[in-house]
């Protein structure tokens, strides 16, 4: 049936496309149409949203489910700019509903009193720590029996490590399994329940989940506050954030770090290595790369490391963790000839101009090497950060986490096949605009013969 589908959807595409636009509409498939959609893609929104995307090219923009999906460059682009951001109604159920992820006003004192420390110099000067946290992991790794490792474990508490070592300077101890409670409430929360919706938002289940990591981050948070500063240089990240929004407030925008800072690199590295793994070749060149630049890389973590780094941005934009941005209007606004009257919800479609062929050659194939050429690439929008005032954050801290983590690794370690290893497929968190990988990723590993790192 979905073969019958696939034909037809392609017939009224067709037929479509010699339909000139009409100026100012927001195009929105009908009844039928979504019947169709729904017989060749089923449950699975990003595949509608895909098609949708290619189908309505010439439009720049579509409704569905009431929200406004936007791809054309310039129209995303003004909506980025000229629109506020607002989640705070996607994020009813969440811990991160107070924080300054969905709210367009609590932002400007809690961004500026945080701002300094994600730049990317203050992200550098920490490398080393991140070093470190990444060598403890590869320390454990050779101990894992079989030598089969759940990299998919092993990242999201390096990602915690990392984040309570390089932002609020105090040890979560995720790598040496100390922090289960942390972990496993995260993991029910933004994987079980908003990802794979195996927990609903109103059980049991969820609300000791929420229970639980809100009452570990009200101890962190106190524990940390009561360390004195003088014994730091500069003032530290939970202490300003404290002075900025109250207890309170700074509790929830430390639930924000800790889920927007560890679930994203997280996610990342698994699919990273997926990729690796199923291409060899690309792997023994990027190991290639890391066993070439690795001294001067531990000396300064600025130096590059092209095709990693084309890797890198070519995972992210074919599979965009966070696959769209939103936005809201409050009054009406007018985005190129189109005009939104007051509250509409408008989603900034990152995957979808990602991976569409009217921006990109082999659009949907990984193409590792693309971003070597920047005359491939340039011209294309290409935000899996986002971009403007609301930009993502910590940007910087995940640059620099995944160059290091996929060079350290690969240095030391060969990655196989195992029968374990899972397909990559996607999951998407709606509320929080998210995707993951469905499947833990698990794989075999070979320590290579290269020297130990030594770090400074
Ligand atoms: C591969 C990793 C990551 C990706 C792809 C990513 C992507 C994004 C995107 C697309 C946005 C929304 C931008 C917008 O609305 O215009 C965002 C916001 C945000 N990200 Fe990230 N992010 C990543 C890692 C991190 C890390 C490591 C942190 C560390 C704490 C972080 C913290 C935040 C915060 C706090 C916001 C909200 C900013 C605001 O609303 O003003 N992210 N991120
Ligand atoms: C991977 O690790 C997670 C976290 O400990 C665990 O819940 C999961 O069952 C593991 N996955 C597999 C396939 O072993
Ligand atoms: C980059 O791509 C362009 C266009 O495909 C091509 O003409 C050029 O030779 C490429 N440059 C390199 C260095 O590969």
């Known amino acids: 049936m979905d073969n019958v589908a696939a034909v037809l959807l392609s017939i009224v595409k067709w037929i479509f496309q010699l339909i000139p636009p009409t ?20 449950e699975d929104k990003l ?42 109604h996607y994020l009813e159920n969440s811990p991160l509903k107070n924080t300054f992820l969905g709210s367009s006003q609590k932002s ?88 794979l919706n195996e927990v609903q938002p109103g059980s049991k289940e969820f609300s000791d989940a929420s229970e639980q990591f809100d009452a570990i981050t009200q101890r962190v ?92 941005s070519e995972v992210l934009r074919l599979y965009p963790i966070a696959p769209f941005i939103s936005r809201q209007n409050y009054e009406p606004v007018t985005l190129g000839d189109v005009n939104l009257d007051q509250h509409a919800d408008v989603i900034i479609f990152t995957w979808g101009i990602h991976r569409s062929s009217h921006f990109w050659d082999r659009a949907r194939e990984f193409v590792p090497f693309r971003f070597l050429n920047s005359s491939k690439t340039s011209g294309n929008m290409y935000i899996p950060f986002g971009a403007g005032s609301r930009v993502c954050i910590g940007q910087h801290l995940a640059w620099l986490e995944l160059r290091l983590a996929i060079a350290f690794l690969l240095y030391q370690f060969k990655f196989e096949h195992a029968q374990e290893t899972p397909e990559l497929n996607f999951v998407v968190d709606w509320a929080h605009a998210v995707v993951h990988p469905d499947k833990d990723m698990i794989f075999k590993i070979s320590p290579t013969q290269n020297n130990p790192i030594k770090l400074p």
């Not at 509608?48 to 999906?69: N, R, V």
Request: neutral net charge.
């Open 23 to 42: 100026k100012g509409r927001i195009p929105e498939p009908g009844t039928l149409f979504q019947k169709l959609l729904s017989l060749r893609f089923g």
């Open 47 to 88: 595949k509608k949203l895909e098609f949708l995307t290619e189908f309505y090219f010439h439009y720049g923009l579509f409704k569905f489910d009431s929200k406004i999906y936007i791809f054309n460059s310039k129209l995303a682009q003004q909506a980025i700019y000229k629109l506020e951001k607002g989640a705070e």
């Open 108 to 195: 400007p004192e809690t961004r500026r009193a945080i701002a300094s420390l994600f730049r990317k110099t203050s992200i550098e000067e920490r490398a080393v720590i991140m070093m470190g946290d990444i060598q403890e992991m590869c320390k454990k790794f050779r101990g894992e029996p079989n030598s089969i490792v759940n990299i998919t474990e092993w990242t999201l508490r390096l990602a915690l490590d990392i984040v309570g070592h390089v932002l609020l300077e105090l040890d979560f101890h995720g790598l040496d399994k100390q922090q289960e409670t942390m972990i496993s409430s995260m993991t029910t929360i933004l994987h079980r329940c908003y990802a």
């Open 221 to 312: 948070l106190e524990e940390a506050l009561s360390i004195d500063d003088v014994a730091f240089k500069g003032k530290r990240l939970v202490k300003s954030l404290h002075d900025a929004c109250g207890f309170s407030e700074a509790k929830d925008n430390m639930k924000l770090f800790l889920m927007a800072g560890t679930e994203t690199t997280a996610s990342t590295i698994p699919v990273v290595m997926s990729l690796l793994v199923k291409y060899p070749e690309i792997q023994n060149e990027l190991r290639q790369e890391a066993e070439t630049l690795i001294n001067a890389l531990v000396a300064d973590p600025t130096t590059r490391l092209p095709k990693t780094e084309s890797v890198l």
